[in-house]
Every structure is written in structure tokens, then in C-alpha cells.
């Protein structure tokens, strides 16, 4: 039999990914089996080793390629936001109202947190998908409290608020509200905490009325 080519062997393996993905959401890691994804895919165990060593590697390129569609995501909002607004502060506060907006787009609500659903299960995972998980994390970190670090230099904080722990809350919030809003089966619960996180940087740094 003839080597896939280039351009199908990507698709297969895109396809694995996909098809991964939504079984580690709707089930998790340890309940998600290789033999399902050949299955769903239509390919045999072989062509899933052609692709992937084995799980703990398809899990890790799962992470990675959520780590680069974050970067993408979260640079759209911000250049819509900094296209509409000079002032940091109301460049963030716009970010917050895009990103709110898109979570209420979803019609059947967030589908779940892959960073979280992977690394549920500690003892699964290897120190190289722990390390991946983590610069998703850190990017958020990263992205946020640069943004936060603009504005505090132009509006100091009117309470006590270290910024790193300000930045790190909005990852927090969002994966706690999308398990909040699966369980309780109430999609609005997501938007609803990035506006309130909104308000309270709002509140935070706006200056203080005379």
C-alpha cells in the first residue's frame, strides 16, 4: 500500500486531533480510547501510530495546537479593541466586552476547557504535556498582565491589587464558569462573569470621581 501523501497524512492527523478533542471534552482522557478515534476516523491502529507514539503524544499536540488558536484568538480581540480605543484602560475593558461576546455567540454555550480536561488526571500525564498545559496558562498570564501593567502606569489602582494575581483570575474565571455553566446547564453563566470581571477592573482603576 502507498504512503499517504503529504497533504492526506495532515488531514488524518487534523482529523485525530478534532476527533480527540471532543471526546476529551464530553468524557475525558482515561475514558478516551484509540480504538474509538481510529474508528471515528476510519484509519487503522497503524495509521494512528504513523501519526501519534501513542496517546500521551496526541494529547500533548492537542495542547499545542490549542496553545497557537489561543494565541491567534486572543491577538484578534485585541486588535479589534486597540483599533477602537486609544486609552489602555478602555482598550482592555473593550477586549473584556469582545471576549464576553463571543463566549454568548456560542449557541450551546463554551464547550469546555481542554487545558483543564487534559490535565484533570495528574498521574496520566508526562512532564512535557504538563509543560505545554502550562504555557497556555502563562500566555493568558501574559497577555493580560501586560495589558494590566499599561493601565495601572496611567490609572494607579485605587484598592491593594497585585496585577499578576488580577491577570491570573480571568483564566480561573473562565474555566470555573464553563464547568459552572455545563453543570447547572445555563450558558449565559460564562459572559456574565467576564462582564463582572470587567466591572471590577473597571472599578479597580478607574480615577476617582471629585
Request: contains cysteine; hydrophobic residues 45%.
Amino acid at each position: 500500500m502507498e504512503n499517504p501523501t503529504p497533504a492526506a497524512a495532515v488531514s488524518k492527523r487534523s482529523q485525530i486531533l478534532d476527533a480527540a478533542e471532543r471526546a476529551i471534552l464530553e468524557k475525558g482522557v482515561s475514558a478516551t480510547t484509540i480504538d474509538e478515534l481510529i474508528a471515528e476516523v476510519g484509519i487503522s491502529k497503524n495509521g494512528f501510530f504513523y501519526h501519534f507514539q501513542d496517546k500521551t503524544q496526541m494529547i500533548e499536540a492537542i495542547l499545542e495546537r490549542n496553545l497557537k488558536l489561543d494565541e491567534d484568538w486572543f491577538a484578534q480581540l485585541h486588535r479589534k479593541a486597540d483599533a477602537t480605543e486609544a486609552d489602555p484602560l478602555a482598550r482592555f475593558l473593550a477586549f473584556l466586552d469582545l471576549l464576553a461576546e463571543e463566549m454568548r455567540m456560542m449557541p450551546d454555550g463554551h464547550p469546555g476547557c481542554l487545558t483543564t480536561a487534559c490535565c484533570y488526571q495528574d498521574r496520566l500525564l508526562t512532564d512535557n504535556v504538563k509543560l505545554v498545559a502550562a504555557k497556555i496558562l502563562i500566555q493568558w498570564r501574559k497577555t493580560s498582565l501586560e495589558q494590566l501593567e499599561d493601565i495601572a502606569a496611567r490609572y494607579p489602582p485605587r484598592i491593594g491589587v497585585d496585577l499578576q494575581e488580577l491577570a491570573d483570575m480571568l483564566p480561573a474565571l473562565i474555566d470555573g464558569a464553563i464547568i459552572f455553566s455545563r453543570v447547572v446547564a445555563d450558558a449565559s453563566i460564562l459572559p456574565r462573569q467576564i462582564l463582572l470581571y470587567r466591572a471590577l477592573v473597571q472599578q479597580t482603576f478607574s480615577p476617582a470621581k471629585d
